[in-house]
T-cell receptor, first 111, second 113 residues
């Protein structure tokens, strides 16, 4: 298995632009998570899905952030409009039973 | 609200030394605890998962223990090697039905050759 796949690996954009991050979970996993990692706040959950249904989005910082999971093999995290404080590494993770497996992350820089 | 703390924040040891990384959590209603390794600029690699019904798990030179009553987990690394240099994160899954992990801030380990 290729593991959790994220794209792009790096994204540099200007303030106000729309950013879309993509994730392909491990095949057969029924949970998908989006986390954000910053130096100041560490790793924080943004949202997670179970069987493609959003379960907990309490970590989504504000309405500029949205996430979708149209099918079991694909999810997107969108930021519109982006702001410099959104600069961070965004991780996608998936799980079956108890153990979570993480993707390599997308390093987002908003200028 | 669950809080996870890792001490020390950074550790430097000579090669070959045995070492212990600590993780403490405030809420004992923990479902499982997972230890990860993160190399600079990389994602998280799962090392060990301990279920609440277990006391410890072993993988090669790594041994992780879990004591729910005291709110502590430790990661023991035997005969450390320079390749073990990384940041080690612990994360707890609460026994509340919420399926997201709560992470500690990590211990940055440097093993000197």
């Amino acid at each position: 298995d290729a593991g959790v796949i994220q794209s792009p690996r790096h994204e540099v954009t200007e303030m106000g632009q729309e950013v879309t991050l993509r994730c392909k979970p491990i095949s057969g996993h029924d949970y998908l998570f989006w986390y954000r990692q910053t130096m100041m706040r560490g790793l924080e959950l943004l949202i997670y899905f179970n069987n493609n249904v959003p379960i907990d989005d309490s970590g989504m910082p504000e309405d500029r952030f949205s996430a979708k999971m149209p099918n079991a093999s694909f999810s997107t995290l969108k930021i519109q409009p982006s702001e410099p404080r959104d600069s961070a590494v965004y991780f996608c993770a998936s799980r079956l039973s108890s153990e979570q497996f993480f993707g390599p992350g997308t390093r987002l820089t908003v200028l | 609200k669950q809080e996870v703390t890792q001490i020390p924040a950074a550790l430097s040891v000579p090669e070959g030394e045995n070492l212990v990384l600590n993780c403490s959590f405030t809420d004992s209603a923990i479902y499982n605890l997972q230890w990860f390794r993160q190399d600079p600029g990389k994602g998280l690699t799962s090392l060990l998962l301990i279920q609440s019904s277990q006391r410890e798990q072993t993988s090669g030179r790594l041994n992780a223990s879990l004591d729910k009553s005291s709110g502590r987990s430790t990661l023991y690394i035997a005969a450390s090697q320079p390749g073990d240099s990384a940041t080690y994160l612990c994360a707890g899954l609460m026994d509340t039905g919420r399926r997201a992990l709560t992470f500690g801030s990590g211990t940055r380990l440097q093993v000197q050759p």
